[in-house]
């Protein structure tokens, strides 16, 4: 990746972070935490890695990625809506009533969501039935899926790893976002998953760690899980929760709950002031 591409990607991810904010402070609920962990990862796939096309968010060929950590679904709306899939004034929408912009994401209400998640464990399970389903008809389309740290201790993840692997899966790239914090504090003090790399190489996969808030990193999985044949590929990405708001970082009460109003401005202050030093970078 160039110095002026990196530059590019960390700018939209800043932007990305902005929209979580923006819309979980006008919902007043939501998720951030783990929102923003993942945003660099988001920013990556929309506007790098994935085969996708705002005009036409339906064309059969194109990459499935499945948020399978639904409850981050502000860190997808905005990215999907900086990458042109509907307006990102309509992030300011999240969670009405009369939104298609619900807390999880819905696949028949908004454009470029290929399946409605929430409930977790499944939306990895949804993940391995695209790329199966892909295997059998011949469709070139590459299928990804961001779980959460926490998530994966839900035995049915590892059920559809199992099965990802017994089918050689090599359309399929699994994103495991390594945060640390769950909604009831440290993942490894609720119910430990480590380790998590032997644990997903004992499933079968080619496994990558990574640090997540690095595009050079990121790039670089993305080029190994591509050129995997015959087995399908993890990506664990190491991230802070909460990433970029100085008082949200590593805070697991920032999993479920939306800033007030002094708490809003302070973190547009501050991804404000990130947006000015890349710009002049």
Same mark, same amino acid.
């Given at each position: 990746?160039?110095?002026?591409?990196?530059?590019?990607?960390?700018?939209?991810?800043?932007?990305?972070?902005?929209?979580?904010?923006?819309?979980?402070?006008?919902?007043?609920?939501?998720?951030?935490?783990?929102?923003?962990?993942?945003?660099?990862?988001?920013?990556?796939?929309?506007?790098?890695?994935?085969?996708?096309?705002?005009?036409? @968010?339906?064309?059969?060929?194109?990459?499935?990625?499945?948020? +399978?950590? %639904?409850?981050?679904?502000? =860190?997808?709306? /905005? $990215?999907?809506?900086?990458?042109?899939?509907?307006?990102?004034?309509?992030?300011?929408?999240?969670?009405?009533?009369?939104?298609?912009?619900?807390?999880? @994401?819905?696949?028949?209400?908004?454009?470029?969501?290929?399946? +409605?998640? %929430?409930?977790?464990?499944? =939306?990895?399970? /949804? $993940?391995?039935?695209?790329?199966?389903?892909?295997?059998?008809?011949?469709?070139?389309?590459?299928?990804?899926?961001?779980?959460?740290?926490?998530?994966?201790?839900?035995?049915?993840?590892?059920?559809?790893?199992?099965?990802?692997?017994?089918?050689?899966?090599?359309?399929?790239?699994?994103?495991?976002?390594?945060?640390?914090?769950?909604?009831?504090?440290?993942?490894?003090?609720?119910?430990?998953?480590?380790?998590?790399?032997?644990?997903?190489?004992?499933?079968?996969?080619?496994?990558?760690?990574?640090?997540?808030?690095?595009?050079?990193?990121?790039?670089?999985?993305?080029?190994?899980?591509?050129?995997?044949?015959?087995?399908?590929?993890?990506?664990?990405?190491?991230?802070?929760?909460?990433?970029?708001?100085?008082?949200?970082?590593?805070?697991?009460?920032?999993?479920?709950?939306?800033?007030?109003?002094?708490?809003?401005?302070?973190?547009?202050?501050?991804?404000?002031?990130?947006?000015?030093?890349?710009?002049?970078?």
């Amino acid at each position: 990746m160039t110095l002026n591409e990196k530059k590019q990607m960390m700018l939209t991810a800043c932007k990305v972070r902005m929209g979580i904010i923006e819309s979980t402070y006008a919902a007043k609920c939501g998720h951030p935490g783990g929102s923003l962990s993942a945003a660099d990862m988001f920013t990556y796939l929309y506007f790098k890695e994935l085969n996708v096309d705002p005009a036409d @968010p339906q064309k059969a060929d194109r990459d499935r990625f499945v948020l +399978s950590k %639904g409850h981050t679904a502000p =860190g997808l709306y /905005a $990215a999907l809506a900086h990458r042109g899939f509907f307006p990102v004034e309509d992030l300011k929408t999240l969670r009405r009533t009369d939104s298609y912009l619900q807390g999880h @994401p819905n696949m028949n209400y908004v454009p470029g969501v290929d399946m +409605s998640t %929430g409930s977790l464990g499944q =939306g990895v399970s /949804a $993940a391995v039935g695209m790329a199966l389903g892909a295997k059998h008809t011949g469709n070139t389309c590459r299928v990804y899926a961001l779980l959460g740290d926490g998530e994966i201790q839900e035995g049915q993840c590892w059920e559809a790893f199992m099965m990802a692997a017994h089918y050689k899966l090599d359309n399929l790239c699994v994103i495991i976002d390594n945060n640390g914090l769950q909604i009831d504090g440290d993942i490894a003090k609720v119910m430990s998953p480590y380790p998590i790399v032997d644990k997903l190489e004992a499933f079968g996969f080619q496994v990558q760690a990574i640090d997540g808030h690095d595009f050079d990193a990121i790039e670089a999985a993305m080029t190994a899980a591509r050129q995997v044949k015959g087995k399908p590929f993890a990506i664990v990405m190491k991230t802070v929760k909460g990433k970029c708001v100085s008082y949200m970082e590593n805070e697991a009460g920032w999993h479920g709950k939306a800033p007030n109003t002094e708490e809003y401005e302070k973190a547009m202050t501050e991804l404000k002031a990130l947006e000015r030093q890349l710009e002049v970078l």
